[in-house]
Structure formats: C-alpha cells, structure tokens
C-alpha cells in the first residue's frame, strides 16, 4: 500500500519532522533494520577476533589489512551513482504511476455523450467500462505479482464479474500467441461504433472523442507493460546493488578500532568507541537511500510502497459503473438561480 | 501565502542582493534561526563542558572524540544527497502548481459558446462554472489543511454558497465509499449536453471544445490528488532530513576547539575562536538549503511559502461567474477603425 | 536587450573562442568586474595590515585566523548547488522565453479563416489582433519593469494605441480586484463568434481553430504571470546568493599569504605572490556563475540579457495588423508552373 | 533479446538481491568478465617483473612510477563524467523504445471505422496495416544490424510477405536518391482516402483520426531514423569511453603492492595483498557502469540488451491483420446485463 | 556533416571501441590536437628553462610557483560546471535538431487531402510544398553560415527555384523592417483556403488538418530562430570556456618535474618522467568534454558535427515535390488479396 504522510508535513516544523520519523510502516527503519544487524554481526565478529583471539604478530596484519580496506573505500564513489540511479528510477516509477489508468475521464464522457435510459444503452455504456476495466485486469496480471495471485486464471477474472462467460469464451478462441490486451478494447470501440449505428450517439465528433479516450486509456496500459518488460538495464541495477553492498563488506574491516597496539597509525581513530557509530550513520544513509531504488524499481511488486493494483481495479470498476448509471437516474440539480445571482 | 519577490531582483545589482536579504517572511532566517539557536545551545554546553568541568585526563577523551567527530563526518555526503533531492521537490512542486486550476479557459469558451442573455441560458453558464469550482472545493478539501480548516463539513461549502441546498442533496445521495468528485463534473458535462440539446450551444465542435476544457480540468485537479495521495516515498524523505540533522549532531562535537592541551592534533582548529563560525555559515547553507524541500514537499500547508488555495477557491468563482456573465450585458467595443488604420 | 554571440561560435576554434571574450556588453567581465574590485580592496586592506600594521604576537593570531579560514573553507560546497540552481533558473528562464507570446500563429489562422477585404470585416481581423496584443500588454505591465515605466498607466496604453477610448472605458467598467487580463480575450473571442454568426467565417472547424489559437496565446501569458507570482522559494535564491558570498569573504582572510614568519604552516602558500591570482579566476569562476542565475532569475528585469519586452509589444502590434490586412490586397503569387515542373 | 528481471525485484528483499545476482545474460558479469581478465593480465605482469625480474635500483624507479601513477590517477574524474554520459545514452534509449512502433493504435481504429466484411474492405485494412509495417521493415533494415541480415534486400523483404511483387515493381520505379520511407505511407492514406470517396468510411472526422493514427506511425519511425542519422556527438562518445579505459590502464602501474623494500612510501599499500581487491571491485564498478552506455547507445545492435526488432516486424504484421481481420467476424459479445446490473 | 557511428557500436565488443578510437572526422584527436600541441610548447618551454636557464636560487622560486599552481588547481571544480554545461547544450541541441523541418507529413497530407491530376491543382500542391520550403531557406540564412553563404541574396534563393520572380517581387513589396518568414506560411494557407473554396478539398476537416501541417512547421522553424535569437546567457559560457583553458594554463607550471634539487618536496612527482603523461591524458579529457559544448552550442555553423542545412533543403524541396505530384500519378498498388489472406 502506498504510504501517505503528507499530512505530517504540511509544515515545516521540528515537530513535524519528529512525527515523520515516528513512522515505522514503509519507513527507513523499516527498510534497513534487517540489514544493518546483519552488518552490525559481521563487523562485531572481526572486532572480537581481534581483541580475543589474534596475537600481536596476527594484529599487525590485522591491522594493515584494515587501514588498507580503510583507505581503499574511498575509491568506490557511491554517493554519485545513487544519485543519478535513484534520479532514474523516480522517473520512470512516477511515470508509471501517471498511467496506471483511472476510469474517469473515459466514463464521464460515455455518461455525457450516449444518453437514454432503456436497458440497451445502459449495457452499452456499461459494457465500454467493463472492457476497459476488464483489458487493465488482463495488463495488472501479467505485470503485478499480486494481481497474479488474486487472478491466477482468466476464469477467476470472470467470476469476479469483470466480464461474462460468453465474452471469455470468445476471447480465448482468438488464436493469438501474442498478448491478447486488444480484444476488449477492440469490443468497446466496436459498442461505441454501433452506438452511433443505431443513432444513440448524436454526432461525428462523439465517435472521435470517446475513442480518442479509449485510446488514451490503450496507451497507458500499454506503457505500463512496456515499462515491465523493458526494465533498466540488469548491468546498471547489479551496478549499483552491488556497490553499495561491496563498499559495507570493505567497511566491515576498515571501520574497526585498530589502535590497540603501540604502532602509530595514521588512519586509524583516536579513540576506541567499540561501537562504528559514524559506519552506522553512514549505513543508515546508504541502504535506505539504495532501498529508495529497491522498493520502486518494481512499484507493481510487494512492498509497502507499491501501488494498491487490486484496489484500483475494483474502484475503477464501481465508480466507472456508477458514473455511466447515475447519468440514468432523474437526479439531477435543477436549473435554479444560484447564491451570488 | 507565496512570497513574490521578483521586483526586487529585476537586475542583478548588490544593491538588489541585499534588499533580497533583508526580507523576513518567507526568508532564510524564518526558516533556520529556530535550529540554529538549538544548535548554538547544545554546542556552548559542550564546550562549557570542556573548558570548565573537565579534568586534563577528561579532555584528552573529549578531544579524541572531538578529532573522531570532525573527521568521519566527512563519510556524508550531504551536498549530492541534497541536490538531487530538492530537484525532485521543485518538479513536483511547480507541476503542482500548474495544475492547480484556473477557471479563466472554460470559463471564457463558455461565455463564447454559449451565448444568449435570458435567464435559463444564465443559469447554465453559472451552473458550468460554479459545479467546477465545487470540484476544486471538493479536492482542496481533502488536500490542503487550511481548506478543511474553512470547510470542515460539505455543509459549510453549501453555505458559501458553491452550492445550493438541492445540489448537497443530491451529491449526498450519491451511494459510494469512494470520492465523489466526479460528481459535479458530470453535473457540468451534463448541462453542456442539455445546452447543445436545446439548441443553445451551435455545434458539435463547441460541445467536443467545451468538454474538452472540463476534462484538463478534472485531469489538473486529479493530478493533485495523485500527488497528495502518492507522496515522495518515505523512505527517501527520512532519509535526507535524517542524515542533514545527524550530521549536525555530529559536528556539535567534532567542530570544537580543542587545542587547549599540549598534544599536537592534527585535525584541530589552530586557534581558539570561542564561537564555531564557519560552522554556522554551514549550518545556515545545509539547514536552508533543506528547508527548501521541507517548506515544498507539501504545498498545501501553511508554510510561508505554501499556495494560498483559500484565495483560489474565491478568486475562481467570482472571475468565473463573472466573465459569464459579463457576455450576457451589451458593453462590447463596437466595430470601429483603429488608431493604425 | 539579449545578447546574441551565435555567429561568433559557428566554428569551435580557438580564434572564436578569442572573438567571445573580447565582448563587453552581457559578458562575465561586466558583471563582475565590480565585486571583484570590491573583495580586492578588502583583501590588500588585509594584506597591508599584516604586513605592516601587526606586531609578531599579532602576526601569529592572524595567521592562525588565516589557516582557519584556508581549512574551513572546504566546508562550503559551493560547485553543487550552484549546478542544480542554474539549471532550475535556466530551465524557467527558458520556459518563459518560450510562452512569450508572438502573434503570428493566431494572425495567420485569422487571416486564412476570415477572408474577405470590405471595411467591416478587415476591422475584425484587426481587432482580434489588437485586443490580444492589448492583453500582452496589460500582463506585461504587471511582470516587467521596463514597460510598466514605459506605460504607468492603462490610458498610456490607449494613447498608444493599443485600445481605443470607448475599449478603455468598457475595460474600466468591468469590476474587479482581481487582474483583468480576461476582458481583451473575451472581446476577441467574441468577434470570433460574430464573424461566424455574420457568416464571415465558414466552418465550425475554422471557430474552433481561432478560438485554440487564442487559447494558446492566452495560456502563454497566463504562465508568464505565474512564474512571476511564484518565484523560485526565496529561501533558495537566498541560500545560493549569500553562500557565495560568504565563502569569498572567508576567502579574503583564508587565502593571504602569510609565510611571512618563521612558523612552518602545512597549509600556507610555498612561496609569496602578492597576488592572489588562483582566487581571482576562482572569484570569476564563482561570482560569474552566479551572476547567471541573478540575471535570469527574472528576465523581466533590466539587466543586458534581459528580453525585449517593449520592442515585442511593438513588434507584435505591428506584424500581427500586417499579416490580416496582407490578405486583403490582391498581391498573391499567381498560379504557375514552377522551375522544376 | 532484451533482459526482464522485473518479477525478480518484486520485493526489496536480501533474498531478491541475490537472485538478480546470480543471473548471467544481459548480466554485469557478463560484460565485464573479458576485460577484467586482460586488465589482470596486464597487472600481473608487471606485478611479476616488479618482484622477480628487477634489480633493486630498478625496483626503486618502478615503485616512484607506481606512487606517481597512484596519485595523479585523482586527476581523472570518471564518475561524474560517466553520470552525465549514460543518463543522456539511457534518456534517447529510452525514447527510442518509445517510439519503435505498435500497430495496435491504428489498427484498432482501422477496424473500427472502416467496417464492412466483404472482400474489397477486407482487403483495404490489411493494405493499411501492410503497409504501415512495410515501412517499418524498410526504416529497420536501415537502422539495424539484425534486420538488415535477415532482409538483406527488398526482394526478400517482398519475399517474407511484406509486400506483393506489384507493390515492389512500384516502390522500384519511384525514382530517388533518398530513401523512400514515405511512399508505402502514401499508400496507406491513398486507401483511407478511397475508402472515404466510395463510401466505406462514414464521415470526415473518421479520415482525420486514421490519418493522425498513422501520420503518429509515420513520426516515431522518422524520429528512429534520426537518432540513427544524428548520433551522441563521437567526441563525447570517444572521451568516455577513452577515459575509463586510460584511468585503468594508469592504475596497472599505481595500484602494485611496491612495499618490498625499505623505503618509506606514503602512498603504497600497509600490506601486500597480492591480489588488488578492491582495484577489482572498482574496475568491476567502472566498467559496469560504462557498458550500460556501451550496450545502450546502439539499442538496435546486437547486445543482449538491445531491442528484438525482427520479432517486433513479425508480431505487429500478424497482430495487425488479426485485429482488423477480427472485425469481420461476427464473434462479439452480445448485450446482455453484467453480474453488477 | 554529421558523423553517424552508430554501426561502429551495434555491439559492445572492445573491437567496436577501437574502431572508434581510429576515426578522425569529427574526432576527439581532430578537435584536441592543436590545442593540446599549443599547450605542450608552453609547458616543455617552461621545463627547459627550469632545467637548463635558472641557477639554484631561481629554481628554488620556480620550484615554489610550481608547488602553488600545483596545489591551488583543486580549487577549479571544472567536472562539475562541465556536467552541467554540457548537458544543457546537448539538450538545445537536440531539441533544435527536433524542429529543423523536414517536408514529409505537410506533402503527405497535401497529397491524400488535395487530389486530381490536372494543372492547376497539381500547382496548388507543388506551390504548398515550394513556400513552404521557402520559409525554411529564409530562416536558415539568418541562422546558418553555410547558407547564407549559398545564398547571399534572396535574388539567389529565387534563382535556385525555391520561388519565381513574380513570388520574389511580390515578398520585396511587402513593406516591413522585421523578418518576412510569414509571408510565404500566409501564402501557403491561402492556397489551401482557394482549394477549398474551389472544392478541391472535399471537407472543412481536411482544411483544418492541412493548417495544422502548416503551423507546425512554421512553429519548428520559429522555434530555430528563437534559439538562434536567445543563445545561452553569453556569461555562462564565457565562464565554461574560460575556466578550462585557465585550469590548463596553470597547470603547465604546476604540473612540471621540480625534484631535481636537494628540497624536500610533499605535492611534486617522487620521479622525472620528463613528459607529462597523465596531464596530458587529463587535458585530452577536459579539452574533448569541452569541445563537445563548443560545437554544439551553434550546431548551424561549419563544425564537423554540424546539420547540413544545405543537403536538407534540397531534400526537402526535391522530396516534397515528388510526394506531391506521386500522387498524380496511376502507380498505386492494386486491391489484391496478400500472402497471409
């Protein structure tokens, strides 16, 4: 589920920066704690052997391997490539996100432009929605592990009303190997086509804006799938993971208090804290800001920031049915002089 | 309210440069001068602590301390973490903005279309424009606190006269759990279709235009909806005012001077300037350059910089109405040669 | 006025390269030459008063101060934020360039759309045109101060001949606290809408054109008065001007030369030049690059890269008049075979 | 084959991590394995010569040209220039899959507004979608290593069906130096054009949707063709990848363990690993990132990256004439009420 | 020209990388190497003065300049202003590339939307295609070198066919101190207005579609004049082009071999390689990221890598022509079923 706060941020106070932290679901904490013990294990592990078990010739080499590790992490420059990569990912995540596909603009206009209330035209207007809901149930399952789940059979889409056991059985004898996101898209158009037929649609101009919508929703969804199959490059994502990762396991034995002995090292702290405070700091920083590009390189996976697909489908489906039906009902304000006349 | 201070740098003088300076709403100084005293407060104590309470073996610790502070804190990054950061605010920010909805476009296509002087025809243009900004109401409330703080209840946006007491009726007899603001669009779409029915409005372009013009409304509005309601991921934000503030922390210890003893350390200050000045240059830079984002991160607020929303609200319907109305009366410039004839 | 070097840099050779900086006019000499001399005269101020004015006691405080400064100074990441805030600027500075209104499209289309060469009709051409450079001008007061002093008030405008005297009157008839940038607008919309009534125009398509057109002009001016009713947050333009200041005012104490006495000074120049020429071109460098945020922070303003403002109030006025009334003399090119037929 | 590991990064989970690790095509290790095995031959080499075949004077030049080389390797600043770099390759790449061409759009409208089962309708929707995918294989033979092997002439082009031999005669006749992608567009419009003038389209607004469906058609190709023709400038291109190479080539020498003898070397290594790790680990960094921009600015060649071009010209012919051969079946949902009625 | 390599890099093989290295038109090497040649005289006369000119003392003073420009080099971030420097020409750059203009869709809309074979319409059509392409060369002699060396007067324009004598007198009359490239646009639109008129376009739809061809076009080429008008703030390049050419210059002393005496020197070379390798490697990189701006930011002029305007206008003219009158023509392809029926 998508994760809101902005209600904590509508200033900028201290206060409210402290109620932002509190947050645990879809937070830093969240996302890092798992990680940094692990890290924190490793890291107390080498700083035990090297106060317990080594013998000063053993701490010697101890110690050069660590002031070696030490310097050598500044060669590594993670700072940058998170920057340009997590740049990359906000792009193409909110770009996703503008299409995910909200059913309104095409209803309002269904609604608006096929009028009358007898049974046939209300079907039609409810069948232009349901087909187009029904093609973003076909895009979400192929693209969303939890859509998947939810809808592992095309049957289990039909059962959930989203379209009729007369309609999958025609569409499963297209014989296609291909995608088949086209066929209720096609259906609506066809229903908008014999709308305007059979004179339920007034003009010329109706067809072309109700298919300029049913086009507009087609291109978002397409894009959706595109986004998933043409990720971003696997080398620059194993880049990047991998980096930060390397850079903490170099860290794990570069970070360690080495001063225990009399040698005069440069490098080394001043002072033996036991605990990497800073390193954890630093930690902190680094993999929540990679968990950044983590959790939404796939929004359409399982995280806590990840869009609530399942919801959206039966939202687009109710309202877009409700929109098309109310235009039915008498309920309408009545031509009335306003407040300000 | 949005701080305008464009004037003041209508040429790039010193003299424009420090008028900018000597701004205090909305300034650099509003924004830090809290921090910056809690800072000063913590790092004089600390200081007092060394200089006056401590023994010479207490100081060697603090110094060592001190010396570790100053030098990890260079393991964060801020400056990249910031920059990138506050550029994703700012594009999110200004796409807010222009899509925060000005009633001019529909309003003067409506006057244009739609044209006659008795009072029906009055009636549906005021109603076209007083149902979109009942939208804008509608959404507004949800999304900015200073709305909700004018409208608590829909009541109140009835008694303000953005609707009358039939349209609440209706609108509440509206049976979802999901937000209604498709509502008054499709009560103003449906106005635009019973114009072209009764032949008010003289072609089916004026309907496809006018439609058209109520669809970018109810996309701007939607939009900030969407971004309300999928804010920067969280993760992201804790993580850059966190790691500001811990830096921060971490200076308030290794920005000392501790040059008091005889050691020679090499990572200390030279001389003893009692206050951290170059330090509070930093922090006024980073604090600032953060508070950026803080203030923009949710425009909807009630920051000094936050959009003034209410003012909208208010604006839109009184130029809307008006330039509607404005047609219906005869003061038109009458056809005349021009100066250049 | 803009300035524009494009044929200087046809080739990339180093005698263009030359030809660039021999420019005055807009160059980085004229901007900075002034602060530059300013922080000169501090910095020998400083210089003399070492050298002459300080006892050895003195001279070694100063020199401390001075080693301070030269260490602390790498606090202060100036290159960062300077990058992504010229780019912000230029990025505005661009988009209001490109809404900045040139009638050509709209007189084009008015002219094609609206033949005919009687009195009554070249007057409607002619009005559309004039009531929207009209609207130009009326924005244009409110964001720039070279044509608000050009025209203080409305009559001014009309006396220019912008508007007629009864169009002043009308326009002063409508009430409003709010801008009125609408009234020209729907006045030209409104000829649109009689030439079509009059059957001047011949199609509904051709009145939905003129009215795009007119839309896209109005949209245009319209974001040009939101980018000077929203400027970038002044907490940004202030962080980034004062920083940079700041850190070449550290600068003048920081990079003195001070090997003057015994001491051995790790961070002191090898050698004294009197001159410190490496934080001259680091000034240019800085302060040039910060001069171009401040020159296009508002391109409204008067600096020499400023637009035009006034020459393209005249421009527009000008051409636009020409191009509707061009298609009513009968100087076409006749229809004939070409050269290449 | 371009590389989908979407579902693999569905959660940021370790576990996720680990599974985008352990990939081989399209992988980083894939890459980067070749030049690192040269790098490393090249480095133990000399690591050989350093330790077995020197004398120890020559040892003492080796190891000044080793400090040399590991200091002013920090003049060569790969990082950022490779940030900048590959977003600009990753922005076209990503524009060019934007535009690579689906036939869904136009053959979806095909289907809709030029209806009719008989033979001549038929044949005048597929001849649209042929030849709109006719000019697809033409602009990929020209841009594409792949396709241009598969098609190394128009005759097989012809032969693979894309075409009648009539069709081939005529586009051969057309007598042009350039290349020739707008006449099979021609065609295409010609048959709406004489599907309007006998009657088999019913209205104007019709002709201008499926001109506007494949005059998009015709710009995204065009738009192909000039990423093909205007390349990243080859200086940039050069400079990259020329750096990279020479950074590792210098650290060959600078990044020897030369502690073997007596002399104090601020800048050598505390221990001799043998091994240079972390150099791997950066080398492994660098070049990764690099050949993102590597593989990516040629996206039609023939990395594991690149786009499946020949599957995308066999997928569009089929899907197209499916989509509008679909139409003439009578195989449509019929009307009846939905499981919400 | 421009250099397209784009078949050098189908694979990211290191074959392909040396392929690219060897080109020299519009290469690395060809914009280096008289720069760098220039540099390298500086820096090998100032190496023998030091090595055989000055006695111990003067050394001693060359010694400690070098030490200074050595150090104080760090102080010139150039990475940074160069990133950001270069991204934004390249995006001008590309986005002018974008609206050069080519005649593709106005012909082809010409031709479906205007049909017949007799005279006079085919001059309607071949004059459409002949002023547009006219506007075009107008505009390119204003902002390209290349061609207004081609065509100094208009008379030459006329005279290589892209207009008759009448048209050329006609333009001469229109009495106007600011461009004409409205005149021919107006012409073109009215041409398409008579068409009309005269029935040869069958509907209003087509006079919009045809109109809207036009104004694109006119809006790409008023787009190239803008950029041309309003070039990047002339500071801003003055301050790129400046720094890296002062960077080098002081790095010709700081970067020469100054341990030949007895001193004790921490920033010089702990060895005498006589040729300054990696600086030269450092300028090849610096110089090469620059002169990718320098070319660019007038990509009109006479650059290797420059648009060939010239080429494009014949294209354009030559091309448009043959669209246009192709359709005249009875070689279409004939309604006859395809391989796949």
Known sequence: ?????????STSKVSSFCKLLLRWRGSLWKSVYKELFLWLCGYTALSLVYRLALNPEQRIIFEDISVFAYRYTDFIPLT???????????????DMFSNIGWID???????????????KVRIMRRQIIRFLVLTQAMVFRDISIRVRRRF?????????GFMSKVELSILEEVAT???????????????????????LIQSHQAVQDLLQRILEWRSGLSRLSHYDWVPIPLVYTQVVFLTVRCYFLICMMGRQYVNNTDRN??????IDLYVPVVTMVQFTFYIGWMKVAEALVNPFGEDDDDFEV??????????????VDNVASEKRPPLEKDFFW
């Open 1 to 9: 589920m998508t994760i809101t706060y902005t209600l904590d941020v």
């Open 80 to 94: 940058f490539i998170l920057g340009f990569f997590v740049s990359l990912v906000i792009d193409r995540w909110w």
């Open 105 to 119: 603009n095409a209803a309002l206009y269904v609604s608006t432009y096929i009028q009358g209330s007898d049974d």
């Open 152 to 160: 592992p059979t095309l049957e289990t889409v039909q059962a959930a």
């Open 177 to 199: 190997s291909k995608a088949k996101y086209w066929v209720p898209i096609q259906w609506a158009m066809l229903v908008v086509h014999d709308a305007r037929r059979d004179g």
């Open 265 to 270: 090292l440069d490098y080394s702290s001043p």
């Open 310 to 323: 399942n919801w959206l489908l039966d939202r687009n489906l109710q309202v877009g049915l409700q929109i």
